[in-house]
């Protein structure tokens, strides 16, 4: 890949990158690059990012961004609070407390080894929207239920499921 540090300074400045990447230079000989896609990119796919990012010990860099998304919306506080009771902290290298929601567009197609739909929904959408890139948008093992507007026990289960299909699908 091409070394476009203007496009990747402007893109930090507009907000535009996610904050799983800004702390990272994406550039330089790196891990393999997961982007999680969800609806709006504030509850299931940032816990995915985070979770992977945390499990992987450094053998993947995920990111994660949504296909309906509210520009610059937080991630959910109760995603936040799932996280940190299952023993994954916000970090310098997994900033997901940070985390702004992004849309998933070409670019974010473009930075990733791997694309990975939350449902099969969230899978279809993304191959329909990036054919060309169809060899790397995959499927979780099982479905991730949407935890929005619902109670912090339902966003720890939605975190345990999300860990046991990374655990499956990344050989964890």
């Excluded at 402007?10 to 994406?26: F, G, M």
Aim: glycine share 6%.
């Amino acid at each position: 890949m091409k070394k476009q540090g203007s496009t990747f300074s402007t893109l930090k400045k507009e907000n535009r990158l996610p904050a799983e990447l800004v702390q990272w230079d994406i550039f330089a000989p790196k891990p393999i690059t997961v982007c999680f896609v969800c609806t709006g990119n504030t509850c299931r796919s940032p816990m995915a990012a985070a979770a992977l990012n945390h499990l992987g010990k450094g053998k993947y860099k995920a990111f994660s961004a949504g296909l309906s998304v509210c520009a610059g919306d937080k991630i959910a506080e109760n995603a936040v609070k799932a996280l940190k009771k299952a023993g994954i902290p916000s970090t310098l290298e997994n900033p997901y407390a940070q985390h702004d929601a992004v849309e998933i567009d070409d670019y974010f197609i473009s930075l990733s080894d791997l694309v990975f739909g939350l449902t099969t929904s969230h899978t279809i959408q993304l191959l329909s929207k990036f054919p060309d890139d169809s060899r790397k948008i995959l499927s979780l093992p099982y479905d991730i239920s949407d935890p929005f507007m619902y109670g912090e026990d339902v966003y720890d289960s939605c975190l345990k499921d999300i860990i046991e299909c990374i655990k499956i699908q990344f050989d964890l």
